[in-house]
């Protein structure tokens, strides 16, 4: 029986779209404890998970419904980099599961991601008692949609934080890995330095699907605040030239090639402002502070994150 999408359409943390037979993008609620996008692969005698979560409590929907439509749980985690909310799921799959990323992210798990869950552990419960705070007061005039998702953020970290334990991959690779089963292909394609320092895609070629990870956002401010843009938009292109027709993105819905076109926009619009900004005299970050976000983005999630990127990518162009 096909059960799938409708018998799974209750988890409070994601949906599920088929995109393909056998081939599921989970997509987050906002508001719920996924935060980013997963993806659920049967290449045939392997089950393939791409991604976990921020939080074991939705990585346990996720093997649920793999159980449900598969009878198998998951035989393969693909951790496309190392960023707490593609990983911290991770360990609802310990013990059945193969855990795969590239050398670079394991590094980085070992070092940025040991970091992250130090902070995370000492500041959580503080951060989620301001967020509710701040949501009690409008005055604040933070709209509500620019706050429901980090309030799922801090109330899922929160739950998950007393039993979290970090699964570290035990599988890596260095710019490609291929992985075939009875009924497909698929390859892992690493790039460094665009998003985080190592960023893996899952390439379907017969499906014309690529699973980008955080190299994608749609309808969503991306977080540029680590990596490269110039690395970044080399790296959309060469996503581009692979022609998918399906791009699951890190974070907000299905995307496709046009969306590819709107994220190099935002960049190069980024670049354009930020070359302007610090070629005038005064403060730049309040000359960052008082630049309008045009108006294509400004229904996009996460919204703070405009100004953030501006004046990274600024400080990055004054310094060089």
Not at 132 to 153: Q, V
Not at 277 to 294: F, K, S, Y
Request: proline share 5%; glycine share 8%; charged share 20%.
């Amino acid at each position: 029986v096909h059960m799938g999408t409708s018998l799974f359409s209750n988890s409070k943390h994601f949906t599920l779209q088929e995109l393909a037979k056998g081939v599921f993008a989970a997509i987050a609620i906002d508001g719920g404890a996924a935060i980013c996008n997963a993806g659920v692969v049967d290449l045939g005698g392997q089950l393939l998970v791409f991604d976990t979560f921020l939080t074991p409590q939705a990585a346990q929907d996720l093997r649920t419904f793999a159980m449900a439509e598969f009878g198998v749980p998951p035989q393969l985690v693909v951790n496309s980099h190392y960023h707490n909310d593609h990983t911290w799921g991770n360990q609802v799959f310990e013990g059945e599961a193969q855990f795969i990323a590239s050398i670079r992210t394991r590094q980085l798990m070992e070092t940025e991601g040991k970091e992250e869950l130090r902070w995370y552990a000492a500041n959580a419960p503080k951060k989620l008692e301001e967020l509710r705070e701040k949501m009690r007061n409008p005055e604040a005039g933070i709209p509500d949609y620019a706050l429901k998702g980090m309030l799922g953020y801090y109330e899922g970290l929160v739950e998950a934080l007393p039993t979290l334990k970090p699964i570290k991959p035990g599988i890596t690779f260095d710019k490609r890995l291929e992985l075939s089963g009875s009924k497909r292909s698929c390859a892992l394609i690493a790039f460094e330095g665009a998003h985080s320092g190592s960023d893996a895609i899952l390439v379907l070629p017969k499906e014309k699907i690529v699973f980008a990870g955080d190299l994608l956002f749609t309808h969503f401010h991306p977080w540029l605040l680590e990596g490269d843009p110039d690395l970044l938009l080399q790296t959309l292109n060469a996503i581009e030239k692979l022609q998918p027709t399906l791009i699951v993105p890190g974070h907000g819905p299905l995307g496709t090639l046009q969306d590819l076109q709107t994220l190099v926009g935002y960049v190069e619009q980024l670049k354009q402002t930020a070359r302007s900004l610090i070629t005038q005299e005064g403060n730049l970050a309040e000359q960052v502070h008082h630049q309008v976000m045009p108006v294509a983005y400004q229904d996009w999630q996460m919204p703070h994150l405009y100004h953030d990127n501006l004046s990274y990518i600024a400080k990055r162009l004054r310094g060089s």
